[in-house]
Nanobody, 118 residues
């Protein structure tokens, strides 16, 4: 399984971005997906996660109400929609996947940088 994250950029506070995570490889498998981020000089932190159908989703308190994780089955792509961005959202964003509930995320995409200017 390979993950390719994209969609980062520079946005003003209050703006929106949609990050994408294209999944390739053994795409027939149902994957549990997540987004993490690493702010400058800080440790990586959880942002959002979802089950294979995206029906179940869970969000970090810092983004709850502003973020939505979703998937496009036809495009084999997952998304993280972020609204009402604040400077504290500035970070490298990573998508991650795993094949079984309760295990560690073992597939990772490269980071895509989101910079929110005040």
């Amino acid at each position: 399984v390979q993950l390719q994250a994209s969609g980062g950029g520079v946005v003003q506070a209050g703006g929106s971005l949609r990050l994408s995570c294209a999944v390739s490889g053994r795409t027939g498998r149902n994957l549990f997906m997540a987004w993490f981020r690493q702010p400058p000089g800080k440790e990586r932190e959880f942002v959002a996660r979802a089950g294979p159908t995206a029906y179940y989703a869970d969000y970090a308190d810092s983004v709850k109400g502003r973020a939505t994780i979703s998937r496009d089955v036809a495009k084999n792509t997952w998304y993280l929609q972020m609204n009402n961005l604040v400077p504290e959202d500035t970070a490298d964003y990573y998508c991650a996947a795993k094949e079984r509930y309760g295990t560690e995320y073992n597939y990772w995409g490269q980071g895509t940088l989101v910079t929110v200017s005040s």
